[in-house]
């Protein structure tokens, strides 16, 4: 799936806030950003942490609440913290977020077809095939992957897991990591 | 107390007992993790440390009698941190205090707490339980590194010998660099029994992530100037940073140019000097009622590393509602905090201002000069000395006469409530780290551990500890330490019988109803006695005098309980929250009983 319209910008009085965080892949840096946003009393929706493609550097999508001065507040915390290489409020920018869901149906042979043909309208595939189950990976927006759910929900969901939302913006700069940027 | 045949150390050049110290060993040279524990802290040019030995750190102690360290044996954790943070307040140098696994790391954790909210650099070294039993609630196992973590500029978790050096390394660049603060290396027994070749370079410490140094944008600098030119009431409010940054003497030039007046933050004091003609003074919750008058009526703010805080500002929403804001500060994380700024300059303060001198031109104030003395007028703090002597031994009284009959030139350490406050108002400070207390924590028992360690940072310092009763008992086991080090220390205890802050709060607040203030204390003379230290007291201003001067010529520890007035309150006052406008004046004496702490400019002689 591409294309602009895949694009969500958050626009004005809406609290919810991405940021993306580039972190030294060292001991206890989950534990402080985690912490960072516990002791202000801010609920982490989700969270995603994993590697990039340079060593030692992970690379954060945090998605929480907080208006637009506490996400300065949190913005200079998270800067200040001493294995934080890199931190963005992306929350404005156009950008597509994503996340992943495996989701494991409880179908046998006779209507695994019918699924199947579910799944094409969602963009979503099977992954894995037993006589009486189906994995189902689908990529996209949470809302998505909740409309998906609720179609399976009748073929009978034994387990959905989720990842965190992970978020990329349209900027072709590359992000500077390190002394780069000041917050 | 010591037998005769151990003289006590005397200072931090005296060298632990034991074996012969020996020289630092040569890049490569293998050594166990505790050896090279001290190898680091040497080259880091560490030369005491406060400390409480047990079990998990037993290697790094064995290691240490070899090299020049002297080790204060505290008799407390607490009081290790404490010392450890004095230290650094004092000297400006990285303080390092050491304690064991579990609970003599727990024991840390007020005093590094203290040192995080003052921005104190502080090294704490503590003792973990071997590697393999990390995460089995090991005997004495208590996870620090995740109990400090909020409460440490940062801190690792050592498991092998070759991490030690580097770790600690990275430890004191990051204490000290920046804005300072405390950093926690907890390091595992067999690190510490490991070997590991030792690895020391004087490269500069490339931390990528780490952003310690800001330089000011030079659009804001013109914009600076173009305020501070413009501005026909502006004030300067003088922060810590002033001190952490060495920058009294910028401050001074830029107050000699412009002839802006300055007010400083608790932890300013002593930043720019106290008895200046342009200094007006302590700002805030206990600061004097014309300056906060004078921010309320400013048409320019220039804070120069300070941090807004709610005790500085009372109410938000109408601190300062007619100036303009300039917040000149390290840390980023500051600047729009608490108070929206009109322009914030991230950087160090010293280069700032460096910057900002050579474009400024001469000014004099004439007009806001006069209308900042017509403010003071009648509620000014004059000289309390010319009131008359009814008998009764007032705070204000012994800390004005400790001003005096120390000529200003004491190092105070004040500890936390009434007391502290009084000091703040009546001790005026002329050179920066003359006065140490714990401000943002507001830590009872830090005064006597921090002046100890004070003490170690300034050895030919006139060190005096203002302290509460309450405060006092606190930390009070920490005479035992000054006995044994043999330390030239002053404690003037202002006896009041309660927690008097507190109390005040239930008098003004509370329906003055003293719920747990009034507390018993003991024989304080005869307490510093049973410790081998000389005791005193004064229970009249006539006394006060003798008492100070005995001290004074006493060697070593000299205790004084001043047995001051029991219900006396701290004035001026701004209630917690409220608007700075509001202060709650000295009680009016019209016709009613002489109240000495009550001024008017008529008592100036
Ligand atoms: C460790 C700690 N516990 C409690 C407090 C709350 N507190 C602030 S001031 C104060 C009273 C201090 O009493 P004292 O040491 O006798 O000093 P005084 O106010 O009487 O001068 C208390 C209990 C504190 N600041 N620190
Ligand atoms: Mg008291």
């Known amino acids: 799936m591409t294309g602009i319209d895949d694009v969500a910008a958050s626009t004005e009085g809406d609290d919810r806030r991405t940021f993306v965080v580039h972190v030294e892949d060292r001991p206890g840096v989950l534990d402080r950003v985690a912490s960072l946003f516990r002791r202000r009393a801010h609920n982490i929706d989700s969270l995603h942490v994993g590697p990039t493609h340079e060593d030692g550097v992970s690379r954060m999508t945090i998605e929480c609440r907080a208006d637009a001065s506490q996400a300065k507040r949190l913005e200079a915390n998270l800067y200040k913290l001493v294995p934080v290489l890199r931190v963005d409020d992306v929350t404005t920018l156009e950008r597509v977020q994503r996340v992943l869901a495996l989701i494991k149906v409880a179908v046998g042979q006779a209507r695994r077809p019918e699924v199947l043909q579910l799944l094409e309208v969602f963009g979503a595939r099977a992954v894995d095939v037993g006589p009486e189950m189906l994995v189902i990976e689908m990529t996209g927006r949470p809302s998505q992957v909740k409309q998906l759910a609720g179609v399976l929900e009748p073929y009978g969901i034994v387990e959905l897991a989720q990842t965190g939302a992970v978020a990329m913006t349209r900027s072709v700069e590359k992000p500077e990591l390190g002394r780069g940027k000041a917050a | ?605």
């Open chain 2, 1 to 605: 107390m010591l037998h005769a045949d151990v003289s006590p150390a005397t200072g931090p050049a005296a060298a632990s007992p034991g074996r012969a110290p020996r020289p630092l060993s040569d890049v490569g040279t293998v050594l166990s993790g505790a050896a090279l524990i001290w190898e680091a802290l040497v080259r880091e040019g560490v030369d005491v440390v406060f400390g409480y030995p047990g079990g998990a750190i037993m290697p790094a102690y064995d290691a240490m009698a070899r090299y020049p360290v002297h080790h204060v044996l505290t008799r407390h954790e607490q009081g290790a941190s404490h010392m450890a943070d004095g230290y650094a307040r004092a000297s400006g140098r990285v303080g390092v205090c050491i304690a064991t696994s579990g609970p003599g790391a727990t024991n840390l954790v007020t005093g590094i707490a203290t040192a995080m909210l003052d921005s104190v650099p502080m090294v704490c070294i503590t003792g973990q339980v071997p590697s393999a039993l990390l995460g089995t609630d090991a005997f004495q196992e208590t996870d620090i590194t995740g109990v400090t973590l909020p409460i440490t500029k940062q801190n690792y978790l050592v498991t092998r010998a070759e991490d030690v050096v580097p770790t600690l390394r990275e430890a004191f660049y990051v204490a000290r660099s920046g804005r300072p603060g405390p950093v926690v290396v907890d390091i595992c027994k067999d690190a510490q029994q490991g070997k590991a070749p030792l690895a020391w370079d004087d490269e500069p410490i490339c931390l990528p992530g780490y952003r310690p140094e800001h330089e000011p944008l030079p659009a804001d600098l013109e914009e600076a100037v173009r305020m501070i030119e413009a501005a026909e009431k502006p004030l300067i409010l003088a922060g810590h940073g002033i001190i952490e940054g060495d920058a009294t003497a910028q401050l001074l030039k830029l107050v000699e140019v412009t002839d802006i007046p300055v007010s400083q933050t608790l932890l300013g004091l002593g930043g720019f000097p106290g008895t200046h003609p342009k200094s007006l003074g302590m700002m805030g919750m206990h600061g004097e009622a014309w300056v906060n008058q004078a921010i309320q009526e400013a048409d320019l703010l220039l804070a120069l590393g300070m941090r807004f805080d709610d005790r500085v500002t009372g109410r938000l929403a109408t601190y300062a509602p007619k100036a303009k804001k300039i917040h000149v500060e390290l840390d980023p994380a500051e600047i729009d905090k608490n108070v929206k700024v009109d322009l914030p300059i991230v950087g160090d303060v010293r280069d700032v201002l460096n910057r900002l001198l050579p474009a400024l031109t001469p000014h004099t104030r004439r007009a806001w000069w006069d209308a900042l003395d017509a403010m003071r007028g009648d509620s000014a703090v004059r000289d309390i000395v010319s009131l008359p002597d009814e008998g009764h031994l007032y705070a204000a009284h012994v800390i004005h006469d400790l001003y005096r009959f120390t000529g200003g030139d004491a190092l105070v350490v004040s500890d936390v409530g009434q007391h502290q406050m009084w000091e703040a108002q009546y001790y005026k400070h002329d050179t920066p780290r003359s006065l140490l207390t714990s401000g943002g924590l507001g830590t009872m028992g830090f005064a006597l551990p921090a002046a100890m360690g004070a003490r170690f940072a300034c050895p030919d310092a006139e060190v005096w500890v203002v302290v509460g009763d309450g405060g006092f008992q606190m930390t009070a086991c920490e005479l035992s330490t000054c006995a044994q080090e043999g330390l030239e220390l002053k404690v003037a205890i202002i006896n009041n019988g309660y927690l008097g802050m507190v109390r005040q709060w239930q008098e003004m607040f509370y329906g003055g109803r003293y719920v747990a203030t009034p507390m018993a204390s003991p024989d304080f003379v005869k307490l510093a006695e049973a410790h081998g230290l000389t005791g005193l007291r004064a229970t009249t201003r006539d006394e006060v005098k003798d008492v100070v001067a005995k001290a004074r010529a006493t060697r070593g520890t000299v205790v004084i309980d001043f047995r001051v007035e029991q219900e006396d309150n701290v004035y001026p006052m701004v209630p917690s929250g409220a608007d700075l406008a509001d202060m709650i004046q000295r009680p009016h004496q019209k016709g009613g009983a002489h109240n000495p702490i009550f001024e008017t400019g008529a008592d100036e002689e």
